[in-house]
DNA sequence: ACCTGAACACCGTTCAAGT
DNA sequence: ACCTGAACACCGTTCAAGT
C-alpha cells in the first residue's frame, strides 16, 4: 500500500470506529469520509461494503476475543469459562449498537465480508459449549448456532436504552438456562452486581 | 372521515401490510403510497410518522393479545398461563420483521405513535408475571420490563433467517428460565416440538 | 376537507477523469 | 496506483397548489 494510502485508510478507520460506536452500523459512511477528510470515493474503495469496514473495526478485538476462548480451554471449570467467555462476548458485541444483527445475517450470507469472522467466533464458542456438555453441565440440545443466537439476543437487548441497564440481570437469566440445573449455582460468574 | 378518504386509508393500510410483512418495517413507505394507488403525500397526513403506521396495523391484534392475558390470569396454573401468553406475545412480534426494535424504542419515548400500544402490552405481562411470582414459580428479581426485553430478544433471533429454525427450542430455554427451577418441569408448555 | 406533485437535503452506487 | 467529484436513483420531510 502507497504512503498516502495507508495514511487514509488509517484515518477512516480512526474515525469510522468513533462515529459508529456513537450512531450504531447504520451510520452515513459519507459523513465518515466527510469528517476524515477523504474523498468520498476514496472510502468505497478501502471499504467497498459497509461489512467490509466493520469486519476491520472489529478484527483486532475478534482475535482478542477468540484467543480469550483457547486460553479458557486450558482452564479448570468447563462451565465457569463458559460463562466468562459468554461474558466477554456480550461485551464485544456492545460496543456498536445494531452490530449483532449485521453478525447474524452475515453468518448465513458467504459472501458478506464478514462472514469468516462471524464463523470464527461461533466456532470459538462452540469448542467451549461442547466442554461443557462433555462434562454434562451444559445443556445438551444446544449448539455453536444457539450460543450465537443467545449472545445476539442478550446484544440486541444491551442495544435498547431502555432495556441496557437490565442487562446483567439479563445476562445472568439467559446465561443460566445454558446450563443444566444446579451446575452452576455455585459459580460467581453468574451472580448479578 | 370523508369517504374517499376512508377508502384511500384502508387500501393504505391493507398494502402496508403485505408490503411490511415481506420486507419488515423499514420498508420504503413511498413504495407503500404507490402499490396502493395513493399520492405519496397522502400517506402521510393518514400516517404522519412511520410508528403511527405500525400502531395502526398493529392495533387489532395487539387488543386481543392484551384481551388473552385477561383471560389466562383467571386460568388455574399462573405458570402455564405465563408461558402461553409469552409464546402469543413472541408470535404477535414475529409478524413484521424489526418491529421489537421499534416497540423497545417506542417504549421510552413518550412522543412516539406506538408508546401507549407498548405500555399496555408491557403491563398485561407484568400481571401475568406477578401472579407467577405471588405463586412462588416466577423469579422475583424480574419485572415487566425484563419481561418485554425477553420477548423482544426471542422476537430477534425469530427476525434472522439464520436462527428462525432454532426459536421454537430457544423459547423454551429463555422462557423456562424465568421460571424457578423445577417449577415448570411438568409443563408441556415448555417442551420443543 | 382532502388529495397531490414538486422542491429539498440526504443516502449509497457507479463511473469517468484527474495526478 | 491511488484519489476525487459528479451523475444517478432512491429515501423521508416540507410546502404550495389543486379540487
Known sequence: MRADAKQNYEQLLLVAHEVVAEQGVEASLRDI???ANVGWA??????????????DLLKERLHTLTLSA????????????????????VAFVDVYSGIVTMMASSLSDTESALHSSCVELRKAGARLLERAQLAKVARNDLNGE?????????????????FAHRSNLLFSVVAGAI?????????????DT
Do not use: K, N, Y
Open 146 to 162: 444457539d450460543l450465537f443466537a443467545l449472545i445476539g439476543a442478550l446484544g440486541w437487548i444491551g442495544d435498547q436504552s431502555h
Open 42 to 55: 476514496t472510502l468505497l474503495r478501502h471499504f467497498p461494503t459497509r461489512e467490509a469496514l466493520l469486519d
Open 33 to 35: 469520509a466527510r469528517r
Open 179 to 191: 446450563f443444566i440445573d444446579g451446575a452452576v449455582a455455585d459459580h460467581p460468574a453468574l451472580s
Open 70 to 89: 483457547s486460553m479458557l480451554e486450558a482452564s479448570e471449570s468447563p462451565s465457569q469459562a463458559l460463562v466468562i467467555w459468554l461474558r466477554q462476548a
